[in-house]
């Protein structure tokens, strides 16, 4: 498993991912016509994540290779070795997903990485074709699994488990599937628990950021389960459908901001901080104006 060879397990889905979100399409219909409310299918929606998808199929074969040049790097920098065993596959499962995790909450929580994973929430529509609505910016996460490298696990096997975790994302973008068995919910990552996470509704917004499990969000707090219909989209959401402006239209927010008059501290504020932080107002003074000034009174 130490090989340079960058292996593709995303590629050769494509056929499953058409055939599945047609099949998709079909079904939503019927539920639709049976009066369930779903968000379902536009063409001009579905069109734009389409187009972002295969935009991120195109960048992603000369990022690939520059995010595992660096992670081979890094391998070969550390002493450690995990082999490539079953139980250093079980462990990586785990450890990847952690790292999963964070990169998300992160690109939630941080406006710069932000800017990158808003074009997957842009869709006010909840469908197999959302799941293919993906970033035209990929290096804002490759620091998130570096440590996995460190920790002496083969490049292979590190891009390997990145796109078990991106396929098994896949099947839970839909309103098809309602909630599945308890055991299955507290542990993994659901149709229920993802439709959470894509929601727009004031208890729903940064919630629920597995990968695979969901008991990462149990354990650090992130978890709130399915229970008023999710409203899909952002806060403030776009109005266009075309793929660059879904692409790059938080990134020319941010610059408009940081080119905003003030310190530095704000500037970098507008960048990095919480997506929603804004610089304090100045404090008005109170009704009737200031305080008057005490009179100067003379020197003896």
Known sequence: MDGTHIPDLIAPAIPVFILTVVAEAFWVKKLRDEGRDVAGHTVKDSAASLSMGLGNVFIN?????????????LYKLTPLRMGSGVLAWVLLFFVED???????????????????????????????????????????GWVFWAPLALLGFSP?????????????????????????????EWVFNTPSHHRVHHASNPRYLDKNYAGILIIWDRLFGTFEPEGEKPVYGLTKNLQTFNPVRIAFHEFAAIARDAMKPGPWKQRLGYIFRNPAWKPEEPSSPPPGGPPAAEPVRPSA
């Open 61 to 73: 074969v000369l990022w690939k290779g520059v995010a595992f040049a660096g992670y081979l790097a």
């Open 98 to 140: 952690l790292c999963y995790y964070w990169f998300h909450r992160i690109h939630h929580e941080s406006r710069f990485f932000w800017a990158s994973h808003v074009v997957h929430h842009s869709s006010q529509h909840y469908n197999l074709t959302t799941a293919l609505r993906q970033t035209w910016t990929p290096p804002t």
């Open 156 to 184: 292979v096997m590190i891009v390997i488990q990145q796109s078990v975790s991106l396929l098994y994302q896949y099947w839970i973008h839909t309103e098809a599937i309602d909630r599945l068995p308890r055991p299955l």
